[in-house]
Structures are given as structure tokens and as C-alpha cells.
């Protein structure tokens, strides 16, 4: 079994900060990429930031600037630094990660169970 756990969200006034974590456990054999996606009443679920096992990233336009992604490949556990929050980055954020859980078998994606970020005006 593969278990993907965020924690952090919650109720923040606009202009403040939120760190998530997720941690990846269960049979894992090598993790490649992790992600962070979002999903607002309504809308449909988009990626917000991504980082490889090398460390690579990419952001959301959105989110640029005010956002960080950082990963901790010893813990399997992957960070999400929001600041600057703003009112339209109230969603339920889920985390990602692209893993296998044998040698020989195929990568496949994860998700976590959500976690609500929501940000006051």
C-alpha cells in the first residue's frame, strides 16, 4: 500500500503564509517526480508547483514568486511554501507523486486525500 498524508492547511488572513507537507510512505521503490494541484468549488484541479528527483521545478503562473516547492528525498516528503496568500488561492490542495513500488514495475501517480487551504479577505 502507498499512503500520501499533507498536512499544514487551514485559515489564514490575505497576505500570509502556509507550509504544506505530504509525507509519500508505504512499498516504495524510487519516487520521481512530486507535485502540488489545487482544486476550487467549481473548477477543475490544476498543478500549482512541481519538482523532480533532480530538483527540478516548475510553477503555476499564478503562483510564482509567492509560492516555494521543496522536497526531502530521504523522508519522502514533499514542502509547498505559500506566501503572499491571496483569496483566489483558497482551494483544496493535493498532493502527487509519480513512483513506483517495485524494480520492475511502472511509474504510476498518487494523490493525497486533500487539504483545505483557505484565505480571508
Known amino acids: 500500500q502507498v499512503q500520501l498524508v499533507e498536512s499544514g492547511g487551514g485559515l489564514v488572513e490575505a497576505g500570509g503564509s502556509l507550509r504544506l507537507s505530504c509525507v509519500v510512505s508505504?512499498?516504495?521503490?524510487?519516487?520521481?517526480?512530486m507535485g502540488w494541484y489545487r482544486q476550487a468549488p467549481g473548477k477543475q484541479r490544476e498543478l500549482v508547483a512541481r519538482?523532480?528527483?533532480?530538483?527540478?521545478?516548475n510553477y503555476a503562473d499564478s503562483v510564482k514568486g509567492r509560492f516555494t516547492i521543496s522536497r526531502d528525498n530521504a523522508k519522502n516528503t514533499v514542502y509547498l511554501q505559500m506566501n503572499s496568500l491571496k483569496p483566489e488561492d483558497t482551494a483544496v490542495y493535493y498532493c502527487?507523486?509519480?513512483?513506483?513500488?517495485?524494480?520492475?514495475?511502472?511509474?504510476?501517480?498518487?494523490w493525497g486525500q486533500g487539504t483545505q487551504v483557505t484565505v480571508s479577505s
Open positions: 502527487n507523486a509519480d513512483l513506483k513500488k517495485y524494480l520492475l514495475s511502472n511509474y504510476k501517480d498518487y
Open positions: 519538482i523532480t528527483s533532480g530538483g527540478d521545478t
Open positions: 508505504g512499498s516504495i521503490f524510487s519516487i520521481n517526480a
